[in-house]
C-alpha cells in the first residue's frame, strides 16, 4: 500500500455538486521531507499549485464542457482543512446504510 501525505485540498464545483480534489504527495518521495503544506509545495516545486488549478479548470474542455469553477476562489485548502474533509466523507460512508434508510441519495 502507498502513503501519501495529504497537503491541502481544492473545492471543484462540478455541475453545482462539491467535488473535493485531495491534494497530495507520495509519503515516500525524495522531496516529502521538504513539503508539509500547499505553500511547501510552491517552494519545493514553483508554480505546480497554479498548474494543478489551472488542469482541474480546464480538464473537461475537449469533451466540450465549460471550464470548471471553484470554492473559495480557487484557493487551495490546508492540510488540517483536507483531513476534516476526508474525515467527514468517511463518516459518511461509514454511515450510509442509516442515509439512505433515511431517504437520502447516497451514491
Known sequence: MRTIKVLG???MLDQGEMD???IGLNANARQARFV???ADVDRVFPNRVAQLVHWFKVYKKPDG???NQFAF???MQSTEFALSVIEQTHQAYMNKDKLKRAGFWVG
Open 9 to 11: 485540498i481544492l473545492g
Open 20 to 22: 473535493w480534489k485531495i
Open 36 to 38: 508539509h503544506t500547499i
Open 65 to 67: 464542457k465549460p471550464e
Open 73 to 75: 476562489d480557487g484557493a
